[in-house]
């Protein structure tokens, strides 16, 4: 049974600085490509970074030098670290799993009930 959980969403205020944490259990999460993914109602979900079974990462041009994604296999988890956050970031954080190649206009199949960032 595959499961997605995150966590560690919240209010911070422009230029401020969030951690969310995707806890993955019920599948080898380790051999996947891991991705976050916000939306705002109305609008479509985009991913914003990714990391693959070697630690590679990529991320959308709108994030680049602010958002980290990383992973501890020890605690089977996958986070996002949200630095210098716009209002435009806020939205529903997805963790999602997909298979290689890890990009971010790849095919992700698994999926988080999300957590919310909300930005002020």
């Known amino acids: 049974h595959v499961q997605l959980v995150e966590s560690g969403g919240g209010s911070v205020q422009a230029g401020g600085s969030l951690r969310l944490t995707c806890a993955a259990s019920g599948f080898y999460w380790e051999y996947y490509c891991m991705g976050w993914f916000p939306q705002t109602p109305g609008k479509e979900r985009e991913g914003v970074a990714a990391i693959d079974s070697d630690g590679r990462t990529s991320y959308a041009d709108s994030v680049k030098g602010r958002f980290i994604i990383s992973k501890d296999k020890e605690k089977n988890t996958v986070d996002l670290q949200m630095d210098s956050v716009n209002v435009e970031d806020g939205g529903t954080y997805s963790c999602?799993?997909?298979?290689?190649?890890?990009?971010?206009?790849?095919?992700?199949?698994?999926w988080g009930q999300g957590t919310q960032v909300t930005v002020s």
């Open positions: 999602a799993a997909g298979s290689p190649p890890c990009e971010l206009h790849g095919q992700f199949n698994s």
